[in-house]
């Protein structure tokens, strides 16, 4: 079994930085490709961001290009997802999740692992 456990949310003013990350055991992270997702309240969880198991290949969402970058350290075990010039509409719960085929994925239902999530609040 794999388990993820995200960190790192927090409370910031728009324009501001916040870097998660997100630690994986119980397999090989190497084995995965990740990816980031967001859920704000009263909205259905939307892709933001995923990397191949390498960390060579990278998606985004058009709403993030620019500002968000993806990452992982295979030797630590960690993906990262670094936001910069945040906004307000970035608020929400931040998810990583694995999904084991080598090709990246945008939607929910092609992941087979969940961490639980971190908030993330940004005030204007």
């Known amino acids: 079994q794999v388990q993820l456990v995200e960190s790192g949310g927090g409370l910031v003013q728009a324009g501001n930085s916040l870097r998660l990350s997100c630690v994986v055991s119980?397999?090989?992270?190497?084995?995965?490709?990740m990816g980031w997702f967001r859920q704000a309240p009263g909205k259905e969880r939307e892709f933001v961001a995923a990397v191949t198991w390498s960390g060579s290949n990278t998606d985004y969402a058009d709403s993030v290009k620019g500002r968000f970058t993806i990452s992982r350290d295979n030797t630590e075990n960690t993906l990262y997802l670094q936001m910069n010039s945040l906004k307000p509409e970035d608020t929400a719960v931040y998810f990583c999740?694995?999904?084991?085929?080598?090709?990246?994925?945008?939607?929910?239902?092609?992941?087979?692992?969940w961490g639980q999530g971190t908030q993330v609040t940004v005030s204007s």
């Open positions: 119980g397999r090989p992270f190497a084995w995965y490709n």
């Open positions: 999740a694995a999904r084991r085929d080598f090709k990246l994925a945008m939607n929910v239902y092609e992941y087979d692992y």
